[in-house]
């Protein structure tokens, strides 16, 4: 992405995470303007017209934006929402970024229109012909600056009347947009239009029925699910997690939220039982198993090469009324197995006050890297670069996380001059993202690699830390806060650049940071709603038919 490409998105996503919509909405319709191609943008900005009610200038918006990326569930999803939305009586914008469908859709946003009416045109005509005619013009224009004021839009309406009454269409234009820029000024100053004007469209999801959340081992919680049974408490859903269900002893439940659960193979009996009342399923994924290598760390547990984990993996997908994935090329594979896969990223709670805590000051700059036994081959990929970088600058530090293999690598570098921290529990890792300065993800060409969600750039980007990593899909998407080396011999000046240029790494982490607030739970919270409502409604629908009679 261009540098100005990104520093105008990061401004557009400061005005919306502090409600200035008017602001927000004039950033991000210049940058589509600008970059008619920009995904991201179009669907920003497709739901800016969705939440004025607009839909079919939504829907239009929307299908660009999947010609772009034809896979992506979210925009399939909104455009669904948008046909929802769609009234027959109402017109589509044929240039959605021009100033007076902006100013449209900012008056629909918040509700206010600078209506002029006849009798202010009357008061304007008057008023003007008043000072032509005067002899002193200027004294009476400076007698009467607060009622042209008020009447400067009735005055602009009756030039532009004129203008067309000449035959002069281009002026009567010019100032149609003169008269609508006003008005969007107007609006702007106002301090109640802010982005909750928009949410009002958007009502927080609800779902009143009960959840359960089936899990392979309560003791061994994965940090999505926890984050995830947090929130839908704190949204006021009843939910219960329990490691098995039994047909006539357990209360029914409306949906079932299940994670990994080939995992423990005795669950299928669980989910079988839930199937056959027609409680809706909804499986969650935390990775792409069909790629998984051998050699990942979790394979003996969690890969398919045992025939039980692989029957209750096919299983439990053919039995789900949805599936959640963390990433769009993990989704697009699962294509042939289920058509109803839907992807939720990870997120990160401001509950945990170590996402927020400043780091410590210290003398090094550390360069960080975290990964399994499995991903060290990803590390060789860049390990000569690493040590000349540590032996350029005599102020670096190599900082290695949860793996003694890698740290071993290093062992040809002084003492002073690496670190090893140990792995800790998930809600203990912002703290080790705090030792660092610059975090290090790169990684190999493999099919299960380009499965990988953006998770680590957005837990790094909670904590301000720039990044390099390689050029897979997700990172791509994600984008914010670091850089994309194209090729190999691009790491090495890359790291060296934010060695040296504080400001470029401040930058950048700023950066990462505000993108974070895009995936803190509370926001994630509403997808997983509406997922949930989803599953549940489709199971109403489906209870209610009635076969006839034969």
Not at 142 to 148: G, V
Request: glycine share 4%; aromatic share 6%.
């Amino acid at each position: 992405m261009q540098p100005e490409l990104k520093v105008r998105k990061i401004l557009g996503k400061t005005y919306l995470n502090e409600n200035r919509l008017t602001d927000a909405l004039d950033v991000f319709s210049r940058i589509l303007a600008d970059y008619p191609d920009d995904l991201e943008t179009l669907h920003i900005l497709g739901n800016f017209y969705l939440a004025s009610g607009d839909g079919k200038t939504a829907k239009s918006i929307y299908l660009h934006a999947q010609k772009l990326d034809p896979e992506n569930m979210i925009i399939q999803h909104q455009i669904s929402l948008a046909e929802e939305a769609v009234n027959d009586v109402e017109f589509e914008e044929p240039v959605p970024t021009d100033l007076p469908a902006v100013a449209r859709l900012l008056q629909r946003l918040t509700g206010k229109t600078q209506a002029i009416h006849e009798k202010d045109i009357m008061r304007a005509a008057l008023l003007l012909e008043k000072i032509i005619n005067s002899d002193s013009p200027a004294e009476l224009v400076s007698k009467h600056l607060d009622e042209i004021d008020e009447l400067l839009p009735a005055l602009i309406e009756l030039n532009i009347r004129q203008a067309n009454a000449d035959g002069r269409s281009d002026l009567a234009e010019s100032l149609r947009s003169l008269q609508l820029n006003i008005d969007y000024q107007l609006v702007a100053k106002d301090d109640g239009a802010s982005l909750a004007d928009a949410n009002r469209s958007f009502p927080n999801p609800q779902f009143n029925g009960s959840i359960l959340m089936l899990l392979p081992d309560l003791e061994k919680k994965s940090n999505r699910m926890a984050l995830l049974k947090t929130t839908l408490e704190a949204n006021g859903c009843r939910l219960t997690e329990k490691g098995e269900y039994v047909a006539g002893r357990d209360a029914k439940p409306d949906v079932v939220i299940t994670s990994n659960p080939h995992t423990n193979p005795m669950l299928l009996e669980s989910l079988s039982a839930l199937s056959a009342e027609g409680i809706p399923i909804i499986v969650d994924l935390d990775t792409d198993f069909e790629k998984q290598p051998v050699s990942h760390h979790d394979y003996n547990i969690k890969g398919l090469g045992n025939q039980a984990r692989s029957n209750a993996y096919n299983s439990a997908i053919s039995m789900a009324r949805m599936v959640v994935v963390r990433s769009d090329v993990h989704a697009a594979s699962l294509k042939a197995l289920t058509a109803n896969v839907f992807v939720i990223p990870d997120g990160w709670s401001q509950k945990n006050k170590l996402w927020s805590k400043s780091s410590n000051s210290r003398k090094t700059i550390n360069i960080g890297w975290a990964g399994t036994s499995g991903q060290l081959e990803d590390l060789l990929l860049i390990r000569r670069f690493i040590v000349r970088i540590v032996r350029e600058f005599p102020d670096t530090r190599i900082v290695i996380i949860g793996n003694p293999q890698a740290y071993r690598l290093f062992e040809n570098l002084p003492e002073n001059r690496r670190l090893y921290l140990p792995e800790v529990a998930h809600e203990e890792f912002p703290y080790l993202l705090s030792q660092l300065d610059i975090l290090l993800v790169p990684l190999r060409t493999i099919s299960y690699n380009i499965s990988l969600p953006d998770t680590i750039l957005m837990e790094v980007g909670a904590k301000g830390i720039p990044w390099i990593a390689s050029p897979i899909s997700s990172f791509r998407h994600w984008h914010a806060g670091g850089v994309i080396p194209e090729s190999l011999d691009e790491w090495h000046p890359n790291l060296r650049h934010l060695i040296m240029d504080d400001e470029f790494r401040r930058t950048l982490g700023e950066a990462g940071k505000h993108a974070a607030r895009s995936r803190e739970m509370n926001h994630l919270g509403r997808l997983w709603l509406e997922i949930i409502s989803q599953a549940a409604n489709a199971s109403k629908i489906n209870s209610s038919f009635v076969e006839p009679e034969k």
